[in-house]
């Protein structure tokens, strides 16, 4: 055989091949559906996917109104989607959507016309025995939805012509057999046999030959009962799920907070978001967020004095009740009996769940908390998101927080399971220029309560970090009069949830996200007494209880500081204490106290009043704070391993963390520290602290 013979075989050979890899990744997906509400976005209405990535039809992602490619991380979604139609049907009409995956390009075609077509880098989806198939949320993990019915819904494992494309009828079987097909003629079955397994979520359901779609609800159809599972975040467990209860272990490591609550257990990450506190029956409960095997669950904790805490089984999780455990919060009921609101992790749906026993271990049902419009017709297609419930004058009283630009809405209940929609919670004269924030900014982990006469709302911005609101509850709508962050100006603080003592204090704690030590990241605020002054201002104060941990007092009185110097008090060291500065004329110039020093008061972390930038300064953490040249300055400050919290006059508190490794030296002095003309500081109090889990 010649060279040159050889050299064209081999040509057409590797083309061959090439056409061979391409067509592994050439696929079709066909859906024919109607949506009778376009303002449901993010949805799919076919979707393949495999592990994290997937591909599939998907509705009003990018932007409004607008079919697209949809795809894990976007990597072969049409970037610039200015140029395709706005989906302009009318609610009744079917239309059939098709994607054509075709070596490295995507084309969308909508009703057997060109919609878009652009190159990509296509992948397999079809040869692996773990892919599955999803309708309504865009993906499993993401989010989204679809309103609508779909009639007929077809995997192609080769790419269709577009002639090929216009002759499919719905409910008719095609020349080319597919790869995938469900008819919804009888039921939700798949109807080849690739995948012999579903599961109908969220309210999904086959009705009249169609699947019918709301926001949240899902179809997962998969090769096995355990991958259709995933769609509901329980984690796929082979064995019924056992209790678990968190505990301190015998040897704790010496770089452990010992007085602040959190999490002691390894498990499988964040969040920590404090949820679902209460006082009942001589006991105050509090909740927290984590990932077990189980999934997305609540850890449960319980104190007599909000200091000393015990954990208790952790039986609200995925496998009880359908779906994760996220943010709520709880409340007692008229008959005076505990129950909690709270978001259905994948669920896409807010809940109600009453306590069956004293000691909150046991649970009902979880019921959905859905309101009707004034027609009486449930509204299914709102995003549900993060809940609080109260009472005023009798009547529950719900809001459903939100964590993207739309409004937080209000409804109210005679019964806790019947929900009337009142509308938006933001009342419209909310005053952006004066409160200093936009009034679409994120409100996720919400708490609304009554404070003296005021009202105060607590909550999240993703970007902002914790803050706070206080206004007047106005015709069954909330009208913030102040607004200011909570916790510093830092995402660090975050998630914050109260309850009410039987003295009436109102007593709220926050995750703290540490950006150092992994062994303890589910760390929780000191317990903070909120309260406002005569003037309405809000003061933030570590609840008396915590005094019962203080031992081994020491004070110092007239402590003189020289021009830009420091001062050790040799006498005062600890790696877990509180302290006390009190200041009384500090002048104009900045000034401050290291903690967890070295001898030499060097290395350690910082704790600065900042009089030329107005912040209270705690390593790389910090918060507004302005002292005024004849005001008297007092400093709480509560050191417990490698965190560090700071009160400031009871108007800041700011927390930061010193990364130290377990057994590595501990460095326990403190520095006191002047940027200016001589400086007297007129109190120093030093308490070290016991451990609030070791007797």
Not at 87 to 101: C, K
Not at 183 to 190: I, V, Y
Not at 289 to 307: E, K, L, P, T, W
Not at 657 to 665: E, L, T
Request: charged share 25%; proline share 5%.
């Amino acid at each position: 055989m010649s060279f040159a013979l050889k050299k064209i075989i081999a040509c057409v050979s590797f083309f061959m091949t090439l056409g061979y890899l391409f067509a592994e990744y050439d696929k079709t997906l066909v859906s024919w559906v109607i949506l009778d509400d376009k303002k449901v976005k993010a949805g799919s209405v076919l979707t393949i996917q495999e592990g994290i990535e997937f591909d599939g039809i998907v509705f009003a992602e990018k932007m409004d109104g607008k079919w697209m490619a949809g795809s894990h991380n976007w990597a072969r979604t049409e970037k610039n989607q200015s140029q395709n139609p706005i989906e302009s049907t009318d609610d009744d009409s079917l239309i059939q959507l098709a994607i054509v995956y075709q070596e490295k390009q995507i084309s969308i075609f909508r009703d057997g016309n060109l919609y878009s077509s652009y190159p990509a880098k296509n992948i397999d989806l079809l040869t692996s025995d773990n892919n599955f198939v999803v309708f309504g949320i865009r993906h499993i993990g993401g989010g989204g939805g679809i309103s609508g019915m779909i009639e007929d819904a077809r995997i192609y494992d080769r790419a269709l012509t577009v002639s090929e494309i216009k002759e499919l009828v719905p409910n008719k079987a095609s020349e080319i057999k597919p790869y995938a097909w469900w008819d919804f003629e009888e039921d939700a079955s798949e109807q080849t046999g690739r995948f012999p397994h579903y599961k109908l979520k969220i309210g999904a359901r086959v009705e009249k030959g169609r699947l019918m779609l709301h926001r949240g609800a899902t179809l997962i159809a998969a090769r096995t009962e355990k991958l259709t599972r995933r769609g509901s975040q329980v984690p796929l467990l082979d064995e019924p799920y056992v209790p678990e209860t968190p505990e301190m272990p015998d040897d704790v490591p010496d770089n452990w907070p010992i007085y602040h609550l959190f999490h002691p257990a390894k498990d499988l990450g964040a969040p920590y978001d404090p949820n679902s506190a209460i006082y009942y029956k001589g006991r105050y409960h509090l909740h927290y967020i984590y990932r077990n095997r189980a999934g997305i669950s609540y850890a449960h904790v319980s104190s007599q004095d909000m200091v000393r805490w015990e954990w208790h089984p952790t039986v609200l999780v995925p496998q009880e009740n359908g779906h994760g455990m996220f943010s709520g919060t709880a409340f007692l009921t008229r008959e005076g009996t505990p129950a909690h609101a709270y978001c259905g992790w994948g669920s896409n749906r807010n809940w109600i769940q009453h306590a069956l026993d004293d000691n909150l271990n046991k649970w009902s049902k979880p019921e959905v908390m859905l309101p009707r419009d004034k027609s009486g017709k449930l509204m299914v297609n709102e995003p549900y998101f993060d809940p609080d419930v109260w009472i005023m004058d009798g009547i529950y009283y719900g809001l459903n927080g939100r964590s993207s630009h739309q409004p937080p809405l209000i409804m109210k209940s005679e019964n806790l399971r019947d929900w009337v929609h009142i509308g938006e919670l933001l009342h419209p004269e909310f005053d952006e220029d004066k409160l200093g924030v936009s009034m679409d900014e994120d409100i996720s982990c919400p708490n609304f309560f009554k404070l003296g006469d005021k009202w105060i709302l607590t909550c999240i911005s993703h970007k902002l970090g914790c803050r706070y609101f206080i206004g007047e509850f106005k015709n069954e709508q909330f009208l913030p009069e102040y607004h200011a962050v909570l916790g510093g100006n830092s995402r660090r603080y975050f998630a914050p949830e109260s309850l009410l003592t039987p003295d009436g204090r109102r007593v709220n704690w926050s995750w703290f996200i540490q950006g150092n030590n992994n062994d303890n990241r589910g760390t929780q605020s000191l317990p903070t007494e909120m309260s406002l002054t005569t003037k309405g201002e809000m003061r933030l104060r570590p609840i008396k209880e915590l005094e019962k941990l203080r031992f081994g007092e020491k004070q110092r009185k007239k402590i003189f500081i020289k021009e830009n110097s420091t001062v050790i008090p040799d006498d005062m060291q600890g790696d877990h204490c509180e302290i006390k500065l009190e200041v009384g004329q500090s002048g104009s110039q900045s000034f401050g106290i290291n903690v967890l020093c070295d001898e030499k008061g060097e290395n350690g972390l910082r704790i600065k009043i900042n009089r030329e930038k107005n912040l209270l300064e705690v390593g790389n953490q910090n918060g507004d704070f302005t002292l005024n040249s004849n005001e008297q300055l007092s400093l709480r400050i509560f050191v417990d391993a490698c965190l560090v919290e700071v009160f400031a006059n009871e108007k800041q508190v700011v927390m930061a963390d010193k990364k130290r490794p377990a057994g590595s030296k501990i460095n326990p002095y403190i520095s006191l520290f002047n940027e200016g003309a001589d400086l007297q500081v007129d109190r120093l109090s030093f308490w070290n602290m016991k451990s609030a889990y070791q007797e």
